[in-house]
């Protein structure tokens, strides 16, 4: 028989569905000749360190260095401590007899870097030696489905992959195991103090802000208005030189005539590209900013709609799809006729040519962008619905006309230089879609300008002086936490480590959310408002670790180069070994600065 595993028991039961196998065992599903069964997301872990004769918290134990690391059951909390998890271990027992007799077993995991880890860590714990086909998909539509079980791949086409996972794996292993010891153990306290390979230089991110923020002084500085009249319009016009004292702005307000005299002018139209599809981590954004949802809400909600057939694969890092994934849109956009807040725009891209800014065979990585299927959705909830809407409006965002804007720019003279300037969209293209406004327009800009010519004086109605003050960066919401968190190599000098930090960042879209929630419940940090702000724990561990590797972008940036070069092909033994190497250095380090630690600790 042939054995399909699925990564949990929702997908197992909906690929079996499509197979028309009806027979429900325990554990499993059968019929048609074949057998789908099912994890339970990562049953299997690499083993604690007590599994290794590393007993207790010692500093004699540290740096605990596996000479080869053992798979473990996944443990769940008792009154007795940490215990295998008993559904895990009956699982596993129902999957090793299915593989046992299976003349062939096929792969459903989700098809990604913790997919494939969450397969082999099960096939190699089993000791099962039987080869295997790998299932890679998209989309869970019955069509998709039916698609890749013709096209199944060879298991070995996925070896490096599974290297990657696994010496990621291996790596927060090292990392995180021995540097929570470490300074745990040095800072005297009786409860943990966690550091990670991603969750500490994202701690260290929200602290440096909060504390940039906290110290910031404001500067005060001046400005000067004047309001001209062109045929009973008034617009307003603000000195092209800010003042450091209110004396020097004063004086500028005293040379102002009557009259303002037009210098320049500059009116040009300017096309804006729509915003290229979602991917994960920029869906999380979009979720937060307008309907104020966790990263890991909407990852949850997005979930549920790949599995009901809504959506495509969520966890992609991709905002590109291919020419052959592109020859479908205009089908999906056909569907999205009925919709009760995109129809019209749906309407008028029927037939229309696209824009194809989002199409990119190249770009595209294990998945494409996230787009619907052109399944309707019947009956959602509310926040399903919202983020449904949000991945179906972009769309048609992507795929819409250019937004066409004409700019204008006025310098004006009077006594010295004011500039004027205002934004009016003639054409709304993408921006038709959610009738957004233009987010780019400044304080300074007039909603709408005159017409003026170039050489008119103009009468002046009213003169100004403005008092303002410097502000200091917004501390981190969700939405630029993620944004920050994938765009962290931005101020990285090398550039290879910057190329890789470019599309992964800090962690990857479908770990993001897992690191956020990561830090609150460590009560490293905190939900105020919509502002994520560390706690006084937090800042703490953020002022021993700060100046450390531990706490940079780069150390990121240069693993997540390495994964990837793992992926193609590079050795897996020289990364092992460049993190063991890693892990004896920061061990010692936080040994000897973690006895600095002064704050409270939450247990």
């Known amino acids: 028989m042939k054995v399909i595993i699925a990564e949990k028991p929702s997908v197992g039961r909906e690929i079996a569905k499509v197979f028309g196998a009806t027979t429900k065992k325990d554990g499993y599903m059968e019929g048609k000749g074949y057998t789908f069964t099912w994890a339970f997301g990562h049953l299997l872990q690499l083993a604690a360190p007590q599994e290794y004769g590393y007993y207790g918290w010692s500093v004699q134990n540290l740096p605990m260095l596996p000479a080869k690391f053992k798979l473990a059951i996944r443990k769940v909390k008792t009154k007795d401590g940490l215990v295998d998890d008993p559904g895990v271990k009956k699982q596993l027992d129902i999957i090793k007899k299915l593989f046992d007799e299976a003349t062939e077993i096929i792969v459903a995991t989700d ?3 913790e997919g494939e ?3 082999r860590y099960i096939y190699y714990y089993l000791k099962c030696k039987k080869p295997f086909k790998r299932l890679w998909i998209s989309s869970q539509t019955d069509e998709a489905i039916k698609d890749g079980f013709r096209n199944l791949k060879p298991g070995s086409d996925y070896d490096t992959l599974f290297n990657s996972a696994h010496c990621r794996s291996q ?17 005297g306290t009786r409860g943990v103090l966690s550091l990670g390979r991603v969750q500490t230089p994202t701690l260290a991110m929200i602290c440096a802000r909060y504390l940039e923020n906290k110290n910031f002084v404001p500067q005060l500085y001046y400005q000067v208005a004047i309001h001209p009249d062109k045929d009973g319009q008034v617009f307003k016009a603000i000195s092209e030189k800010n003042f450091k004292t209110c004396e020097e702005a004063q004086a500028i307000l005293d040379q102002v005539t009557g009259e303002a005299h037009i210098q320049h002018l500059e009116a040009k139209p300017r096309k804006e590209p729509p915003p290229l599809l979602h991917d994960l981590s920029s869906l999380q954004q979009e979720a937060n900013k307008r309907k104020g949802f966790t990263a890991d809400q909407t990852l949850g909600l997005l979930q549920n709609l790949y599995e009901g057939k809504l959506v495509t694969y969520p966890r992609t890092g991709s905002r590109y799809i291919g020419d052959d994934v592109f020859a479908g849109v205009p089908d999906l956009i056909d569907k999205l006729n009925y919709h009760p807040e995109f129809g019209k725009q749906a309407a008028a891209l029927t037939g229309a040519k696209l824009n194809k ?18 399944v309707v959705p019947q009956h959602l909830s509310a926040d399903h619905q919202a983020i449904y809407d949000l991945v179906a409006g972009r769309m048609l965002e992507a795929f819409h006309q250019d937004c066409i804007k004409e700019v204008t720019r006025i310098t004006l003279l009077s006594g010295s230089k004011f500039m004027a300037s205002g934004t009016v969209i003639q054409t709304a293209g993408w921006r038709a879609v959610f009738n957004d406004k233009d987010e780019e327009k400044k304080d300074e800009e007039n909603a709408t300008l005159p017409k003026v010519t170039q050489g008119e004086d103009l009468l002046i109605t009213e003169k100004v002086l403005l008092e303002k003050q410097t502000k200091p960066k917004a501390l981190f919401n969700e939405a630029s936490l993620l944004k920050a968190l994938e765009t962290a190599g931005k101020e990285i000098e090398d550039e290879e480590l910057r190329e890789a930090m470019k599309d992964s960042g800090l962690g990857t879209p479908a770990t993001r959310a897992a690191i956020i929630e990561t830090l609150l419940t460590r009560k490293y940090i905190l939900r105020e408002k919509k502002n994520l702000v560390p706690t006084e724990t937090g800042l703490a ?3 021993i670790v700060r100046n450390q590797r531990i706490a940079q972008a780069e150390l990121t940036g240069s693993w997540e180069k390495r994964l990837e070069e793992i992926r193609s092909g590079a050795s897996v033994a020289a990364f092992q070994e460049e993190i063991k190497t890693y892990t004896r250095a920061i061990t010692q380090e936080l040994l000897q600065s973690g006895k600095s630690f002064k704050a409270p600790v939450n247990t």
């Open 117 to 119: 880890l969450i397969f």
């Open 171 to 187: 790596s927060d292993w090292l990392v995180g195991m021995n540097a929570t010891q470490a300074l745990s153990l040095a800072s």
């Open 357 to 374: 800014r989002s199409v990119n065979a190249k770009k595209v990585t294990d998945h494409h962008a996230i787009l619907p299927t052109g």
């Open 111 to 113: 098809a990604g870097r």
């Open 541 to 543: 561990v953020y002022e």
